[in-house]
């Protein structure tokens, strides 16, 4: 079972309002990910990390925030949210296996913009 | 363009009954496949992890096949059960980059009834 978690799980808050996304693991994982996904539809990278102090964008242009100081933590921060940004977020990280990189997900954060 | 489509989009089929979903990808260079279950509101479990020289991996009662040649791949689930109603999401990385981009599919909606 993977040890990465997210909180908060659901979340409605009201435009104009500063929002961080939390997401922890424990597995020592250099690389770790964030993920927007709506309903039905295909998971978008938003940010990266190969490790600490590293943060790189995705492929969907997002207003979004990250950062990397611990190798364990990587927020998503939201300095002024709308009602564009209601969707799951999902953190993810990654580590060698087998096979090649083993991707665990959090079990997403669900955000509502009213 | 490296794309992931998957068919069919949905599906519904009776308890104990077996199905089978497909992937066709385009993603060069081809690095692995995975295949993941998505339960409604919940983060992607990781179900199996294909490299090229794989043809076939097993999970229980999941079983997926790779065609590297004709880019396909399927995922074979015997005896379903109430439990596999879930979205299958189909997910091929490159090895052009040291990141190794992933690509999602949309997923299979797979309800199963009683």
């Known amino acids: 079972e993977a040890d990465i978690y997210q909180t908060p799980r659901y979340l409605v808050i009201g435009t104009g309002k500063k929002i961080t996304l939390e997401c922890s693991q424990t597995?020592?994982?250099?690389?770790m990910y964030w993920y927007q996904q709506d309903p039905g539809m295909e998971l978008h990278l938003i940010h990266y990390s190969y490790g600490v102090n590293s943060t790189e964008k995705g492929d969907l242009s997002s207003e979004s925030t990250v950062s990397r100081i611990r190798t364990e933590h990587f927020p998503l921060t939201l300095e002024s949210a709308r009602p564009s940004h209601t969707s799951q977020y999902l953190c993810?990280?990654?580590?060698?296996?087998?096979?090649?990189?083993?991707?665990?997900f959090g079990e997403g954060s669900w955000l509502t913009v009213v | 363009k490296n794309q992931v489509e998957q068919s069919p989009q949905s599906l519904i089929i009776l308890e104990g009954k077996n199905c089978t979903l497909q992937c066709n990808y385009t993603v060069s260079p081809f690095s692995n496949l995975r295949w993941y279950k998505q339960d409604t509101g919940r983060g992607p479990v990781s179900l199996t992890i294909m490299t090229f020289s794989e043809n076939t991996k097993s999970n229980g009662r999941y079983t997926a096949t790779l065609d590297a040649d004709t880019k396909q791949s399927s995922l074979h689930i015997t005896a379903s059960q109430l439990s596999d109603s879930a979205s299958y999401i189909c997910?091929?990385?490159?090895?052009?980059?040291?990141?190794?981009?992933?690509?999602f599919g949309r997923g299979t909606q797979l309800t199963v009834w009683p």
């Open positions: 993810a990280s990654s580590g060698q296996g087998a096979s090649g990189n083993t991707i665990y």
């Open positions: 997910v091929v990385s490159d090895r052009g980059s040291t990141l190794g981009r992933l690509y």
């Open positions: 597995m020592g994982h250099d690389k």
